[in-house]
């Protein structure tokens, strides 16, 4: 994986009229590191997102999750450093799974597979993935159970492929398992990022008359240290829902 720098994610980053998180996500992993970069499993992909999150934002990812239960807002962080150490995919990224009399060996799902799936129900998508991860020709016909077990294979092979956090409920006390989406959390917190650093670089360059490659030289903290003495005022960070 391309380390990436703050001006090479304001150059790459697409606008969010673009496309979907997803979409916007891969665009710019793939002009960062060619056509490779959307065949890697989901797993490694978010592994990837969230370390280029941690080394560049350097915040928390933050988010909201609603109660079921009760309907009360719970506020929580996404675990960023422990799907970090989630083991890396099994090697050869392939799974062997019962299915009918056979044993059948599949690969893990890539990024690409996934996107061959958009709007298919859950179990059309996994046979849809089947199809397309089978070892050694065309799959065979897969009931509900055996989609069920290969579905399994392929999250315990690929653990930071499903990222789930337990949060219980700061009004009812209801524990609440919640599926969150890093794609979706690390566009955001990008897009958030790069509006405030073109706004550090229009205030620096508006007051100093410097250039963004040169405002964008400066390390973070002396850039911040002159935003300060320009404009003192801070801006509070909002947080973004999910639903449990």
Do not use: K
């Amino acid at each position: 994986m391309t380390g990436l720098t703050v001006p090479d994610l304001i150059r790459w980053w697409p606008p969010p009229a673009t496309g979907s998180a997803h979409e916007r996500v891969v665009g710019l992993l793939v002009a960062l590191d060619g056509p490779a970069a959307a065949r890697v499993t989901l797993g490694t992909h978010h592994r990837q997102l969230l370390a280029l999150h941690r080394d560049l934002v350097g915040t928390a990812l933050e988010a909201v999750v609603t109660c079921r239960h009760c309907a009360t807002d719970s506020e929580f962080p996404v675990p960023v450093e422990a799907v970090l150490d989630l083991p890396a995919p099994v090697p050869e990224n392939v799974v062997a799974v019962e299915a009918g009399a056979a044993r059948e060996t599949f690969r893990l799902p890539t990024v690409e597979d996934l996107d061959a799936t958009h709007g298919l129900a859950y179990d059309d998508a996994v046979r849809r993935l089947a199809e397309r991860t089978h070892v050694g020709g065309g799959a065979p016909l897969l009931g509900s159970g055996d989609l069920a077990r290969l579905a399994a294979a392929w999250d315990e092979a690929d653990p930071a492929g499903d990222v789930t956090v337990d949060v219980n409920c700061v009004g009812c006390g209801a524990p609440l398992a919640v599926s969150v989406d890093p794609v979706e959390f690390v566009a955001r917190d990008f897009d958030r990022f790069i509006d405030r650093v073109l706004r550090e670089v229009h205030a620096l360059a508006t007051a100093y008359g410097w250039t963004e490659e040169t405002i964008l030289a400066l390390p973070t903290s002396r850039r911040r240290r002159y935003l300060e003495l320009v404009d003192p005022r801070a801006t509070a960070r909002s947080l973004t829902a999910v639903s449990s």
